[in-house]
Nanobody
Framework: QVQLVESGGGLVEAGGSLRLSCAAS????????MGWFRQAPGKEREFVAAISRSGRNTNYADSVKGRFTSSRDNAKNTVYLEMNSVKPEDTAVYYC???????????????????WGQGTQVTVSS
């Protein structure tokens, strides 16, 4: 069992930056591949980024590639999403998720994740 708590959301102007954090408690986060998803009002939850257990492998949605960076500090049981050059269309509730795996691989489908955080709101003003 693992609990995930996101933080760092807020209101930011277009072109600005935010860093989201996802703190894991319970089992050590290094046992989990982690992912970031987002859901805007009236839209389905969509994949944003994934990072493998070691942090060596990452994958990003085309819409955020080159602007967002995911990293992790397994000693702190925390995963990060650095958001740069944000756009109004990045406005959404952002969720982190954990998938228990025994391989250092990426997980991009929401149905493959075992645990989810409660989400943090990111609002980008134009």
């Amino acid at each position: 069992q693992v609990q995930l708590v996101e933080s760092g959301g807020g209101l930011v102007e277009a072109g600005g930056s935010l860093r989201l954090s996802c703190a894991a408690s319970g089992r050590t986060s290094s046992s989990y591949a982690m992912g970031w998803f987002r859901q805007a009002p009236g839209k389905e939850r969509e994949f944003v980024a994934a990072i493998s257990r070691s942090g060596r492998n990452t994958n990003y949605a085309d819409s955020v590639k080159g602007r967002f960076t995911s990293s992790r500090d397994n000693a702190k049981n925390t995963v990060y999403l650095e958001m740069n050059s944000v756009k109004p269309e990045d406005t959404a509730v952002y969720y982190c998720a954990a998938a228990g795996l025994n391989r250092d691989i990426l997980v991009v489908t929401p149905g493959s994740y075992d645990y989810w955080g409660q989400g943090t709101q990111v609002t980008v003003s134009s």
